[in-house]
């Protein structure tokens, strides 16, 4: 149960956390963007497509897919969970992050971007937690197939 109870803060936590640097950046961040090093700057972005700006103008269809996500890791949660921690918190970051963006679609019709790095596409927290939880997923399952052919 306390387990149970860690995932849950954890996925609340970062869609708070997503949520409130958006909101901060819709009522505190100038049109212009902000330097804040050399190579990173806060920028206000409204992005209607995907990664990389792929499928602008696609909210609606997006939705549809977030949601399809969303539920299949809801459905599969256990069966995912029994492949190890590294999958059960990929998935979280992955739920988290889904669900943070998915919300800012649903609310807005588009979802707000605002970290740039200059060398990359505009992105946001959101987008962070579901790159960090699929380089989980594909770390642990790279490194759970290569062991069970070690061990044939």
Request: one cysteine or more; glycine letters at 8%.
């Amino acid at each position: 149960m306390k387990e149970h109870r860690a995932v849950t803060c954890a996925a609340l936590g970062i869609f708070l956390l997503d949520h409130l640097s958006k909101v901060a950046v819709l009522f505190w961040l100038p049109d212009e963007p902000v330097k804040l090093l050399p190579f990173f700057y806060l920028r206000y972005v409204e992005n209607t497509g995907a990664a990389f700006g792929m499928m602008q103008g696609g909210n609606l269809l997006l939705i549809f897919i977030m949601l399809a996500i969303v539920a299949y890791m809801i459905k599969s949660w256990k069966e995912l969970c029994s492949y190890g921690k590294w999958v059960e918190w990929g998935c979280v970051f992955i739920l988290a992050g889904a669900v943070g963006n998915l919300y800012d679609r649903i609310t807005l019709g588009y979802v707000v971007d605002f970290l740039d790095f200059r060398v990359w596409p505009v992105f946001n927290v959101a987008d962070s937690f579901i790159t960090v939880g699929g380089c989980m997923l594909f770390i642990s399952l790279f490194f759970s197939r290569k062991g069970k052919r070690e061990e044939k």
